[in-house]
């Protein structure tokens, strides 16, 4: 009896460590009703929003499986980012921004309202580069030209950004201090301010992208010198980069795929994957290109990298030029 106790018992316990081992394996299983969501860090309309809803679509059409962009601006991506680390690491939902909330933020604001140890990269999707305009009276038409008149000229010149710590502020912070030149820096509230001081000739010079520029500079009130990037743009291949001039320099933001620390490897990788094969697809380099979009492609290494070497670039300008946000 007492031999007959003892199997009951053992095979009760293997039937409950089996139950529970299932139950947590479901749990770890992506629902195939479930859809898929893209918390973004910025406003419909902006950089990351619409990188994420042409992937989005097409990972929806891949997939056979929902894709949902939720916008959650605020808080320097802070809103955003809180959102995908209080959900489940079900792989359903992640987060899709620019590079700013590991590269910039962390080194310019003393405290967050997020922790960047719980989220980790996924897929790096794009790259949009950034070029620098200067007003038409301006004499100059070259790169060359423009480092020696602002050179010629110490004080004399000054420049716009798109605020104090953006990613178009730091490009021309990292192009000053690597040819010494002086020019005093005029921050406005987005580039729906700084463009249009451009334009009127407030400023002399900024850094912006593609798409807010190029009408202008096909009017002439303007000058394209180069762009931003680590190589010349596929957007306009016949400006030189600024690399070409100051070696390693790139600045152009990079937009990919973050998912919470914990999240199972084979669903970032499936993810991975697939935004990869999209931004590679000739249709949706045609759409990017349209708003001034480099596709890339790369899993979670990549972009890893990607962010790392980002990350670097940017903490020698931060400490060079002294940027705080706080």
Same mark, same amino acid.
């Given at each position: 009896?007492? #031999?007959? =106790?003892? &199997? ?10 089996? /139950? ?12 195939? *009703? ?18 994420? +809803? ?10 056979? =499986? ?10 320097? *991506?802070?809103? #955003? /980012? ?25 080194? &310019? ?17 794009? =790259? ?103 190589? +010349? ?45 999209? /931004? ?8 990017? #290109?349209?708003?001034?979009? !480099?596709?890339?492609?790369? *899993?979670?290494? !990549? ?9 670097? +670039? ?13």
């Amino acid at each position: 009896m007492l #031999a007959r =106790q003892l &199997v009951l018992s053992s095979f009760a316990v293997t039937t409950i460590l089996t /139950v529970c081992t299932l139950a947590q394996s479901t749990a770890q299983t992506q629902a195939p *009703g479930q859809a898929i969501k893209f918390i973004v860090t910025h406003p419909a309309g902006g950089l990351p929003d619409t990188v994420a +809803r042409v992937v989005g679509r097409r990972l929806q059409e891949r997939l056979g =499986q929902s894709v949902v962009v939720e916008n959650r601006p605020g808080a320097n *991506g802070g809103i #955003a /980012v809180n959102a995908l680390i209080s959900s489940p690491p079900d792989g359903h939902t992640f987060v899709v921004t620019d590079g700013a909330i590991l590269s910039i933020n962390p080194q &310019v604001y003393s405290k967050l309202s997020y922790d960047p140890k719980k989220i980790a990269p996924v897929a790096f999707l794009a =790259q949009a580069p950034l070029f620098l305009g200067i007003h038409q009276k301006v004499p100059v038409s070259t790169i060359k030209e423009f480092i020696d008149y602002v050179r010629d000229r110490p004080g004399q010149l000054n420049y716009g950004s798109s605020g104090v710590g953006s990613i178009h502020h730091i490009s021309m912070e990292g192009f000053k201090s690597s040819l010494q030149l002086k020019m005093a820096h005029v921050p406005f509230k987005g580039t729906g301010e700084s463009v249009p001081a451009l334009l009127g000739g407030h400023v002399d010079t900024l850094f912006s992208a593609y798409p807010s520029l190029s009408g202008a500079a096909g009017t002439n009130l303007i000058k394209l010198l180069a762009s931003n990037g680590a190589d +010349r743009s596929s957007l306009v291949p016949t400006l030189p980069a600024v690399s070409e001039i100051i070696p390693e320099f790139d600045f152009a933001p990079i937009v990919g795929i973050y998912a919470r620390v914990g999240t199972s490897s084979s669903f970032i990788q499936k993810i991975a994957e697939e935004a990869t094969a999209i /931004v590679r697809e000739p249709d949706v380099i045609k759409q990017l #290109a349209v708003v001034g979009v !480099e596709p890339r492609g790369g *899993g979670p290494n !990549e972009f890893d990298r990607a962010l790392k070497g980002e990350t670097e +670039r940017i903490a020698k300008v931060v400490k060079t030029a002294d940027i705080r946000l706080d």
